[in-house]
Every structure is written in structure tokens, then in C-alpha cells.
């Protein structure tokens, strides 16, 4: 049984910065990418950042230059420093990784997601 248990979120200031962490934990054999994603209320899940296991990165475009993504490996965690925070980036924050589980470590990795943190950014 694998969980993610995301961290970090609250409400800021427009311009203000926060700091969001992910961790799993479970039988896990390997994990691959790892990656963050907004959903705003009625809409779909979108990517915010990605982040193999090599340490090679996606950004959307909307936060480029803002954001990033980093991952140790050690301790099984993704985070998400958040820089420059504008209004926009209010939605809730997902936690994702690609995982291979213990049980099967010769089969294709599966996704597993977080609960979601909310982020709040006031103007």
C-alpha cells in the first residue's frame, strides 16, 4: 500500500512565497517521476511541474521562472518552492508519482496521488 501525504499549503499575499512537500511511503520499490498539479474548483487537473528521476524538469508555462521543482530522493519527497505568488495560482495542489511497488518490482509503474493542499493567494 503506497500513500502520499502532501504538505505546505495556506493562504499568503499576492507576491509572498510558500514551500510545498510530498512524501510516500509504503512498499515502494522505485519510484519515477514525480510531479505537482492545480486543480481550481470545476475544472480539470492541470500540470504544474514534473521532475524525473534523472532530476530533468517541466514547468507550465504560467510559472516558469517562479516555480521549482525538486525531489530527494532519499526521503522519498517531491517539493514545490513557490516564489512570486499571484491570485491566479489559487487552486489546490496534487502530489503525483510514478511508483513501482515492491511486490512487482519487474512491472510498469503505476500513478498515486496525493489528498490535495490548498493555496491561497490574496491580493
Known amino acids: 500500500q503506497v500513500q502520499l501525504v502532501e504538505s505546505g499549503g495556506g493562504v499568503v499575499q499576492a507576491g509572498g512565497s510558500l514551500r510545498l512537500s510530498c512524501t510516500a511511503s509504503?512498499?515502494?520499490?522505485?519510484?519515477?517521476?514525480m510531479g505537482w498539479y492545480l486543480q481550481a474548483p470545476g475544472k480539470q487537473r492541470e500540470l504544474v511541474a514534473n521532475?524525473?528521476?534523472?532530476?530533468?524538469?517541466t514547468y507550465a508555462d504560467s510559472v516558469k521562472g517562479r516555480f521549482t521543482i525538486s525531489r530527494d530522493n532519499a526521503k522519498n519527497t517531491v517539493y514545490l518552492l513557490m516564489d512570486n505568488l499571484k491570485p491566479d495560482d489559487t487552486a489546490v495542489y496534487f502530489c503525483?508519482?510514478?511508483?513501482?511497488?515492491?511486490?512487482?518490482?519487474?512491472?510498469?509503474?503505476?500513478?498515486?496521488w496525493g489528498q490535495g493542499t490548498q493555496v491561497t493567494v490574496s491580493s
Open positions: 503525483n508519482a510514478g511508483i513501482k511497488l515492491a511486490r512487482n518490482p519487474w512491472g510498469s509503474e503505476k500513478d498515486y
Open positions: 509504503g512498499f515502494i520499490f522505485r519510484i519515477n517521476g
Open positions: 521532475i524525473t528521476s534523472g532530476g530533468r524538469t
